[in-house]
């Protein structure tokens, strides 16, 4: 079993720059894949980006590529999601998860098992 806690959310004009943190306990930390999703009110659930088990393979969807930069630490047992330059359509609840079933770069969102309780992010125009 693993717990994940977000931390780092708030509030920020457009164009400022927010680290949110996943801080995970429990099972082997670097044997999972892990991944940031977020999702705006109304909207479904939507994937932003992931990294392997090592943090030397990343992927990115389009519309945060080249702003936004996840990275992880596994002697702390955390992972990060770097967001510069950000927009109001950033603004929802970022969530981070960890996938068991996959230590590489997973994409699909069945395959994460282990959920934050996420955190707000919004960004004013």
């Known amino acids: 079993q693993v717990q994940l806690v977000e931390s780092g959310g708030g509030l920020v004009q457009a164009g400022g720059s927010l680290r949110l943190s996943c801080a995970a306990s429990?099972?082997?930390?670097?044997?999972?894949?892990m991944g940031w999703f977020r999702q705006a009110p109304g909207k479904e659930r939507e994937f932003v980006t992931t990294?392997?088990?090592?943090?030397?393979?990343?992927y990115y969807v389009g519309s945060v590529k080249g702003r936004f930069t996840i990275s992880r630490d596994n002697a702390k047992n955390t992972v990060y999601l770097q967001m510069n330059s950000l927009k109001p359509e950033d603004t929802a609840v970022y969530y981070c998860?960890?996938?068991?079933?996959?230590?590489?770069?997973?994409?699909?969102?069945?395959?994460?098992?282990?959920w934050g309780q996420g955190t707000q992010v919004t960004v004013s125009s």
């Open positions: 998860a960890a996938s068991s079933r996959d230590n590489g770069i997973v994409l699909v969102t069945a395959l994460y098992d282990y």
């Open positions: 429990g099972r082997t930390f670097s044997s999972y894949a």
């Open positions: 990294i392997n088990w090592s943090g030397s393979n990343t």
